[in-house]
């Protein structure tokens, strides 16, 4: 199973990957940019658009679809409304 780790630059994303991993499943990083942490951890990563990018949620529901991401882990303070808003789509 693919799951994601958003904002893989922050304190906890290196847990969570390692979290994952651990339990057999394939450990997805994403952030804005490019040189976190988490991307060196991760079996693969995503970049995503910043959060005030006026097409951010179609870009991330495409990123998802063509990544074959099945779960999601937000953690990203400024996208969990957003996250929580959009459930039925993802």
Do not use: Y
Request: glycine share 6%.
């Amino acid at each position: 199973m693919k799951i994601l780790v958003e904002s893989s630059g922050s304190l906890v994303a290196g847990f969570m990957i390692h979290a994952i991993q651990d339990c057999g499943h394939h450990a997805v990083a994403s952030d804005i940019d490019s040189d976190v942490h988490g991307k060196f951890l991760a079996d693969s990563f995503l970049k995503f658009p910043k959060k005030d990018d006026p097409e951010l949620w179609e870009k991330i529901k495409q990123l998802l679809a063509n990544s074959g991401v099945e779960v999601v882990f937000p953690s990203f303070d400024e996208t969990l409304h957003g996250w929580s808003k959009r459930k039925d789509d993802f």
